[in-house]
């Protein structure tokens, strides 16, 4: 149900992600110019992304690099977005699943991602993978991501 | 006050980053290990470090990667440490602004770094550098960092 995407993929993954921003009212430069950026990312495997269903109506994005203190690559899940029509069949967790999967199998020992407070699917989902936003062991304080645009 | 490190500095910025972790208690690969891994990802620009003092007793560890949303790269703050005994003197608040400078020369348009709920004092000096933990114009919800290791 998942897979990798080549850079021949690069107009569809760019579709999927103009939805995701389009949909939660983000900025995006649009599919043409995300299309563009994609092709060159993703040849070069500066960016890696998941595709799921057939046709695609899912999308994982994720970037890995260097950590001095484990000596192997962090892996970041950037986005994970699945089309409104498609939800609720297990596309998001199989994508997840696979992002974890294709970290483990490149070195990563840390596998990260930013979430809203308010976004408790997402949130569950997370959760049920092992995923934690508390230091291990902890039930508090709760890590945040800050962010200056 | 506060200077770049280059790959010459590798054993300086190892001994800060080890007398971090050494402070709270996570884990570390000891001094000589992470200095072996420093000097080529400093040579090769893989992270950037900033060092604060003389003799240094502060240190910025940075990363840059990609966006295929920007297409500028984003600058991730990976760590940032004062020495107990230099605390209070704005080292720290040195180091944040040389990194938040040093990020917008690369040409970052985004500036991330995450940091736990208890920490006040990071906190404070953090949203004074206006970072934000929520999304741009609202008060909640709060933006969380998932890690599993």
């Not at 970041?76 to 992002?99: F, I, K, Q, T």
Request: no cysteine.
């Amino acid at each position: 149900v998942t897979r990798a995407a080549t850079a021949a993929d690069a107009a569809v993954v760019a579709g999927l992600l103009h939805a995701f921003a389009d949909e939660f009212g983000d900025p995006t430069p649009g599919e043409g110019m995300l299309a563009a950026r994609l092709r060159p990312a993703l040849a070069r495997d500066e960016v890696v992304a998941l595709l799921a269903g057939d046709p695609p109506a899912g999308v994982a994005l994720l970037t890995f690099r260097p950590s001095v203190w484990t000596g192997s690559p962090v892996a970041l899940l950037e986005d994970l977005y699945v089309e409104p029509a498609e939800r609720g069949r297990g596309l998001g967790r199989a994508l997840l699943r696979h992002s974890l999967d294709l970290a483990r199998e490149r070195g990563a020992t840390t596998f990260e991602l930013y979430t809203g407070e308010g976004d408790t699917a997402a949130r569950r989902r997370d959760e049920a993978h092992g995923l934690l936003n508390v230091e291990p062991g902890e039930s508090e304080p709760l890590l945040y991501y800050y962010r200056r645009l």
